[in-house]
């Protein structure tokens, strides 16, 4: 997600911080290298102009500040008026105060709408919302089929009637059950097209006047840059959108949609959909996201991913463990299912402040390694895990035919795994031992 933009951009910066002094030349070449970017990026011409015009505005002068160097300040002012850009600040679910909170899931055909009232479902039900979906896709073959399979993936009901076509007598319907059961939240999923038709958004307009929605939100394709503009402003001007939800945002994504449709429509981006699995829908934090583009990091994400993903009780009570009898490998194992929860290493990289994507493809990153060392600790017995002084010759022959690993691997684990026990008593004779998942 932005990789491509970030390395730009990051590029821009890195040159002229390597000059030192700037002068008003240097500035507004740097700010003709980002136009450039930004359009390849599929940002809209109109939004890029006036996006580097406020800039130049902005950054009258910054030669001139002693206390910050200049390259620094610019990075402050573009860092702003990319916030600005992608839609000031968080927008949340606007949340009724008579439940049921309806939500329409509104987009076009292929957009991920379905898979998207999914992951918004799994996430509500989460936050202690107990949701409702409702099949209201009454038109694309199996689309009813797949989100009961959703939810009864996620143990969440799903109002479903297949007697009928009048996608407004469903949502009603739908809506009355999740009155009975109580329920916080209801999802609608409706039906889309392959492109925007008048006889869909008739149908959209009719069931919004029926049902009184508090969110409609677009679900859009961040893969199709200025397109997914395009359909956000007929989508926005047919029904007011109150909300975007940009999905495939781990692929190979530019980020012109995301950079756009909230300077186009002025409509929030609310979550987008990093990945496949039923919680890989994050929140869209403008600031942060901003931090991302520029290489800043995004260390408040990290930390709320690790609070949801961790149980803190299993950490301290590990660390507690760790503190009186050192590091073994049973514990060095529990740690790494811990830490598998927070997703994949790159993904967690990012987030840190100044790694970018061309340092972690020199990094080498293995997506498959964690899963050979946790094989390698699991081939192990017990006794062997609490003491791997033990394991001798004939014992890392056993342990690699039991992995399916190779004897050097093995030998190599655990000389990684003796150089972080003494790493830790270190730590901890000067009294500053910490994992980094405990308190």
């Not at 070449?29 to 011409?45: K, P």
């Not at 407004?168 to 392959?194: H, M, Q, S």
């Not at 073994?328 to 790694?355: C, H, N, R, Y």
Request: glycine share 10%; aromatic share 2%; no cysteine.
């Amino acid at each position: 997600m932005f990789d491509e933009l970030s390395e730009k951009i990051s590029g821009v910066f890195a040159r002229l911080r390597g000059r030192g002094v700037l002068t008003e030349g240097d500035i507004k070449e740097g700010l003709r290298e980002i136009r450039r970017v930004l359009l390849e990026a599929d940002v809209s011409f109109q939004l890029t102009r006036e996006f580097l015009e406020r800039v130049e505005k902005k950054a009258v002068g910054v030669t001139q500040i002693r206390t910050v160097a200049p390259a620094q300040q610019l990075v402050k002012i573009v860092h702003d008026e990319l916030t600005a850009m992608l839609g000031e600040r968080r927008e949340g679910l606007k949340l009724s105060s008579i439940p049921p909170t309806i939500v329409m899931m509104v987009g076009l055909q292929g957009s991920g709408k379905t898979t998207s009232a999914g992951k918004l479902a799994r996430r509500l039900k989460g936050e202690g919302r107990p949701t409702r979906l409702v099949a209201a896709d009454v038109y694309r073959p199996a689309a009813i089929d797949q989100l009961e399979t959703l939810g009864q993936q996620l143990e969440v009901p799903v109002y479903a009637d297949r007697t009928t076509r009048d996608v407004v007598k469903i949502a009603r319907a739908g809506i009355e059950e999740a009155k009975r059961a109580r329920d916080r939240v209801v999802i609608v999923d409706t039906a889309g097209r392959l492109q925007i038709d008048d006889e869909m958004m008739q149908e959209l307009v009719r069931l919004k006047d029926a049902v009184h929605p508090d969110e409609i939100l677009l679900v859009a394709d961040g893969m199709t840059g200025q397109d997914a503009v395009r359909i956000a402003e007929g989508f926005h001007k047919a029904l007011g959108t109150t909300g975007v939800i940009l999905t495939k945002m781990d692929g190979d994504a530019r980020g012109g949609a995301a950079l756009s449709i909230y300077g186009v429509t002025k409509t929030p981006i609310k979550y987008i959909g990093v990945g496949e699995k039923s919680d890989a829908l994050e929140e869209f934090h403008p600031e942060r996201m901003a931090g991302r583009i520029l290489q800043m990091g995004d260390v408040l994400s990290l930390v709320e991913k690790a609070q949801e993903a961790i149980d803190v009780a299993e950490a301290k009570k590990l660390e507690k463990k760790v503190r009186k009898e050192g590091l073994d490998l049973e514990d060095f194992l529990t740690a790494m299912k811990q830490m598998s929860k927070l997703g994949p290493l790159e993904g967690i990289l990012k987030m840190l402040p100044g790694v970018n994507a061309k340092m972690l493809k020199q990094a080498n990153l293995d997506p498959k390694r964690l899963k050979h060392v946790e094989a390698i600790v699991l081939s192990m017995t017990r006794e062997e895990r609490k003491d791997p002084t033990m394991i001798n010759g004939s014992r890392r022959a056993r342990i690699a035919r039991g992995s399916g690993r190779t004897t050097n691997e093995v030998n190599r684990l655990l000389e990684q795994f003796r150089d972080m026990q003494k790493m830790m008593k270190k730590a901890a004779s000067g009294g500053r031992m910490g994992l980094p998942f405990g308190r």
